[in-house]
């Protein structure tokens, strides 16, 4: 018997990946009655739509003629629907509100250089919001109270300064926050008896363990905290257990949900009664609890009917009518609404329905041992149709670095694995859902284990024999480009190129220039990065500006002009140093862009420029050319001598 060869698939077209999602991010009305979603306008920007969960026409709410409008959610009137939007990828978003009624657009917010934070609603004051804006002082944000009806906003709590967090109770007044401490770290749990109580101390939390609060309990008696420290009677844990805290003196009440392998993830309250219903869990693939009796059956009938990873997104005030989301590795995200009475699963609608002719690639987990013995989780996505043998790989770093991969829809890697490449993806240590103890091995390890626990996943996919060791590239955006820089600089016999998009070259000039309204956290960020503002050594060893030389592997830089939290000097002087000695480098600006791409156009003009940079030097297939699709970008290739 012939076994038939094995081919390559067809070539999915950038625009298919990574242009607007035909419909995307639907969240239900407060009444149950309406779903509002994003999609193209007939300029091709992404706006919002309302359309009645019966079936009909819908109709497109806002107007944004630009950037595309990518936040926005119901305000609980059933009158207002509200949306976040900010200027070339600047970040200082406004807060906008969209009356249904009258089609009338008014800007909630509207105070030069401002950004909206926060943004809080409950059902027992449906005609206002709870909104953090930095007017008064840029390093911290005050709270708000907003009328919806009459458009004005009025201070309800002044930020003493080291508050990054509020929190309000079931009568939506504001009687708890989450401060940090400069001095060393610390983050501390504050709650008042009333609005005109004093504050006072209930928890606090070492840099080095992990804290964080939801809500209050109904009776304003307790929170729902996150927590890997004992609180009297509980017992310490590596990982965030979720657990009632007495409001009165710190002290823990119940367990509510933990795992010893990861950290608690997604938790879903009942509004009304303020108790948990379901908690999830992700060690390489979220898992979800059902807590309360009153969801079990539910949660039980979601499992049969989505088969990806699932998001709750959006409920109905009556909590009768859930919108979830479904993203499976293989198959367009979609988006289901879920009866809670008839226990029905149905279809909204795929995020991507042109996918749907093409083949895409399974994403498996695997636990890799690095080179000092410690575990860490990764995702590796083979291309189809292809023998999974001495396969040129793309290590694609994820950025944070306080953050993680998971498994599921994950578009980077459905588009290199189309091209040929083996995709792997790892959650070095440093990464955010396995525990306070692999949170902190990454302390001050910038370019040090952090770095290698990269260089040991490509060690790990060579020795498996899934990858072509001398065609290995990484690739990656924010901290990921950081990471691609460090991996070119300290370990170029690893890598035959890089790409890095909006990626950190001087750790140093990173810290001084970072948001103002960043101040609360600036201790941690000097805790977990390391006193590169006044440790020179270290700062000269972990900054691959100072390692240029040392780069001669090909690499890739593309760059937001308005990025805040990177801007545009970190790869400015990057590609200076490299200049200066003689290295060659591609450099891509992007003019209307910020911390990453927004608009379709530039994602796509960049992901072409990045394919046939991969192509070159590792070989992997290139896709059609779409200049339909990329028409009107931004994007302009800067001449490295041209740079001062």
Not at 309 to 337: E, G, H, Q
Not at 371 to 382: N, Q
Not at 450 to 467: H, I, N, P, S
Not at 612 to 635: I, N, Y
Request: aromatic share 8%; charged share 25%.
């Amino acid at each position: 018997r012939v076994c038939p060869a094995m081919a390559p698939p067809e070539l999915i077209p950038q625009s298919v990946l990574f242009g607007n999602p035909d419909k995307a991010e639907p969240k239900i009305s407060p009444d149950g009655t309406r779903y509002a979603y994003l999609s193209s306008s007939d300029k091709g920007v992404l706006n919002v739509f309302v359309v009645p969960v019966s079936g009909g026409d819908a109709k497109m709410v806002t107007n944004d003629t630009h950037r595309g409008i990518r936040m926005f959610d119901w305000a609980l009137d059933d009158v207002h629907l509200l949306y976040k939007q900010d200027v070339g990828g600047d970040e200082n978003f406004h807060l906008h509100a969209v009356n249904l009624s009258t089609d009338e657009v008014r800007d909630l917010t509207p105070f030069e250089g401002c950004r909206c934070d926060a943004l809080m609603m409950s059902k027992n004051a449906p005609g206002s919001l709870l909104v953090g804006l930095n007017v008064r002082d840029k390093s911290v944000f005050d709270m708000h109270r907003v009328d919806l009806k009459e458009g004005t906003a009025e201070m309800d709590t002044q930020n003493p300064g080291d508050v990054a967090q509020w929190v309000v109770d079931h009568e939506f007044k504001i009687r708890g926050c989450m401060a940090t401490v400069q001095a060393d770290g610390s983050k501390v749990l504050r709650v008042r008896d009333t609005v005109d109580s004093e504050w006072r101390k209930v928890a606090e939390w070492p840099h080095d363990e992990s804290g964080g609060v939801h809500r209050f309990t109904k009776d304003g008696k307790g929170l729902f905290v996150e927590t890997s420290i004992a609180h009297g009677k509980g017992e310490a844990s590596d990982t965030a257990r979720l657990i009632v805290m007495s409001a009165a003196d710190g002290t823990e009440v119940r367990l509510v949900a933990s795992d010893a392998r990861v950290d608690v993830d997604d938790v879903e309250f009942d509004d009304d009664e303020d108790e948990v219903e379901a908690v999830s869990f992700d060690y390489d693939r979220k898992e979800w609890r059902a807590i309360s009796d009153s969801v079990r059956e539910d949660y039980e009938a979601l499992a049969k009917g989505i088969k990806g990873s699932m998001t709750l997104t959006s409920k109905s005030a009556n909590n009768r009518k859930w919108i979830v989301s479904d993203f499976s590795d293989t198959k367009s995200p979609r988006y289901c609404l879920y009866d809670r009475d008839t226990k029905a699963v149905s279809l909204l609608f795929l995020a991507r329905p042109k996918l749907e002719p093409y083949t895409l690639a399974p994403m498996t987990s695997h636990v890799i041992e690095c080179s000092d013995g410690e575990k860490m989780v990764a995702f590796l996505t083979l291309p189809p149709g292809v023998e999974p043998k001495g396969l040129p790989l793309v290590l694609v770093v994820h950025g944070g670095p306080w953050a993680r991969d998971h498994w599921g829809w994950n578009p980077q890697a459905q588009w290199l694995a189309n091209r040929g490449y083996a995709v792997l993806m790892a959650n070095f240590r440093a990464s955010t859902g396995y525990g306070k103890r692999w949170l902190h091995l990454g302390d001050a390890q910038w370019g040090e284990t952090m770095q290698q626990d990269l260089t040991d996943a490509v060690a790990w996919a060579v020795r498996e024999g899934y990858a072509d060791g001398a065609r290995a590239a990484i690739f990656g955006g924010s901290y990921g480009g950081y990471a691609t820089l460090a991996g070119l600089a300290f370990t170029p016999e690893v890598y035959c190129c890089g790409v890095d998009i909006v990626g950190p070259a001087h750790l140093r000039t990173l810290l001084q220039s970072v948001p103002a309204y960043w101040a609360p956290m600036k201790k941690m960020l000097t805790l977990r990065v390391g006193d590169v503002e006044n440790d020179d050594t270290l700062n000269q060893k972990a900054s691959p500006f100072y390692h240029a030389k040392k780069i001669v592997r090909p690499l890739l830089i593309a760059q937001g002009a308005n990025d805040p939290r990177v801007k545009q000097a970190e790869s400015d002087q990057m590609v200076q140093a490299m200049h200066s000695v003689g290295t060659k480098v591609e450099y891509v600006l992007y003019a209307d862009e910020g911390h990453g791409f927004a608009r379709p156009c530039n994602r796509v003009d960049f992901y072409q420029r990045a394919e046939v940079f991969l192509s070159e030097h590792c070989k992997g297939r290139v896709g059609p050319a779409e200049p339909d699709q990329t028409e009107g970008h931004s994007a302009s290739v800067i001449d490295p001598a041209s740079l001062k």
